[in-house]
């Protein structure tokens, strides 16, 4: 369905509407119509959208209508330049993938979930007319395992709700571990044939975030691509219980984030990014970068102008 509605090949537009200082100048200027007119220059199908609830919903649970608008903004730029778009929900009220961010007690709280599919009624809604353009991503990155249970409750009654507004659109669903493949056949079944298997991919971590100030497990960290072990055998292993996963439900997968830190050397990432596609490409599956810019993995970034061609020939 993905590639029948023109979804192959997306980047993200990480620190825009999510994971941001949520200034006046971050929302106006980050990204700007200059931004979707290279990411369509460049040969890319979609944009997925990370959006934070903060700017599209007030604290009593009612919408933000300025934080809508800026979506509005960003899908009329979509029609402009040919892109379609995955609105994905970055953080909700009581969650954040990023403990940093001191979001808790989603999935034991009522009053949270409550505002969760607030949300996603309020874009069914808004956006429900727009199938063939836009795709909903519940929720970025579930993290533990002690969650999933009720995780794979609440999405199904959101999915509920978002049909009465929008069935024809297509939702993704991924599972714990921050979206890992490896926990993907841990969901249940699809609500139905329009919610799509979604995961996230840097493996080997140890390659891809190495010196990541944020983790102190990688902080020091320094691996070439071949000390990392990674090849297009080992991608294919690594991923293969998701997609049997996937062949079992008759649901398409669709990666929505993977990337290479900015310390990795391009010429080096190019090859971690080279044997991944080679997989995605041979299971059909589609995909987004991480990310357009800066946010420690940008594309668009001056140190990536030697390889950007190579990188985006490839996928």
Same mark, same amino acid.
């Given at each position: 369905?993905?590639?029948?509605?023109?979804? @192959?090949?997306?980047?993200?537009?990480?620190?825009?509407?999510? @994971?941001?200082?949520?200034?006046?100048?971050?929302?106006?200027?980050?990204?700007?119509?200059?931004?979707?007119?290279?990411?369509?220059?460049?040969?890319?199908?979609?944009?997925?959208?990370?959006?934070? !609830?903060?700017?599209?919903?007030?604290?009593?649970?009612?919408?933000?209508?300025?934080?809508?608008?800026?979506?509005?903004?960003?899908?009329?730029?979509?029609?402009?330049?040919?892109?379609?778009?995955?609105?994905?929900?970055?953080?909700?009220?009581?969650?954040?993938?990023?403990?940093?961010?001191?979001?808790?007690?989603?999935?034991?709280?009522?009053?949270? @979930?409550?505002?969760? !599919?607030?949300?996603?009624?309020?874009?069914? *809604?808004?956006?429900?007319?727009?199938?063939?353009?836009?795709?909903?991503?519940?929720?970025?990155?579930?993290?533990?395992?002690?969650?999933?249970?009720?995780?794979?409750?609440?999405?199904?009654?959101?999915?509920?709700?978002?049909?009465?507004?929008?069935?024809?659109?297509?939702?993704?669903?991924?599972?714990?571990?921050?979206?890992?493949?490896?926990?993907?056949?841990?969901?249940?079944?699809?609500?139905? *044939?329009?919610?799509?298997?979604?995961?996230?991919? !840097?493996?080997?971590?140890?390659?891809?975030? @190495?010196?990541?100030?944020?983790?102190?497990?990688?902080?020091?960290?320094?691996?070439?691509?071949?000390?990392?072990?990674?090849?297009?055998?080992?991608?294919?292993?690594?991923?293969?219980?998701?997609?049997?996963?996937?062949?079992?439900?008759?649901?398409?997968?669709?990666?929505?984030?993977?990337?290479?830190?900015?310390?990795?050397?391009?010429?080096?990432?190019?090859?971690?990014?080279?044997?991944?596609?080679?997989?995605?490409?041979?299971?059909?599956?589609?995909?987004?970068?991480?990310?357009? *810019?800066?946010?420690?993995?940008?594309?668009?970034?001056?140190?990536?102008?030697?390889?950007?061609?190579?990188?985006?020939?490839?996928?």
């Amino acid at each position: 369905m993905l590639h029948e509605l023109g979804f @192959q090949k997306g980047v993200n537009l990480g620190g825009w509407l999510s @994971q941001c200082d949520y200034s006046e100048d971050r929302l106006n200027n980050f990204i700007t119509e200059a931004d979707f007119c290279d990411i369509a220059r460049l040969g890319f199908d979609h944009v997925r959208i990370p959006v934070d !609830y903060n700017v599209i919903q007030n604290e009593d649970g009612s919408a933000k209508e300025d934080g809508l608008r800026r979506i509005d903004m960003a899908f009329a730029l979509c029609d402009q330049y040919s892109l379609r778009a995955v609105l994905d929900l970055h953080k909700t009220p009581g969650f954040s993938f990023d403990a940093g961010e001191h979001e808790d007690g989603f999935f034991v709280n009522e009053a949270y @979930q409550a505002r969760f !599919y607030a949300i996603w009624e309020t874009f069914a *809604k808004r956006y429900g007319d727009r199938p063939e353009r836009v795709v909903f991503e519940l929720l970025n990155e579930v993290t533990e395992a002690n969650y999933l249970p009720a995780w794979k409750r609440i999405s199904r009654e959101c999915v509920r709700r978002i049909r009465q507004y929008a069935p024809e659109t297509l939702v993704l669903l991924g599972s714990y571990h921050w979206n890992s493949a490896r926990t993907l056949p841990e969901l249940d079944a699809p609500y139905d *044939k329009r919610v799509l298997y979604n995961f996230h991919f !840097y493996e080997p971590m140890i390659f891809t975030h @190495q010196g990541a100030y944020w983790n102190p497990d990688y902080k020091d960290v320094r691996s070439t691509y071949a000390e990392s072990g990674a090849s297009v055998a080992w991608f294919e292993d690594f991923l293969a219980p998701a997609i049997e996963k996937a062949a079992k439900e008759g649901a398409e997968l669709y990666c929505g984030e993977f990337g290479v830190i900015d310390v990795v050397a391009p010429e080096e990432a190019v090859k971690w990014f080279s044997d991944l596609h080679e997989v995605f490409a041979r299971h059909g599956i589609a995909h987004a970068m991480w990310s357009w *810019k800066q946010m420690d993995f940008g594309l668009s970034d001056a140190r990536m102008d030697g390889v950007r061609e190579e990188l985006l020939g490839m996928l």
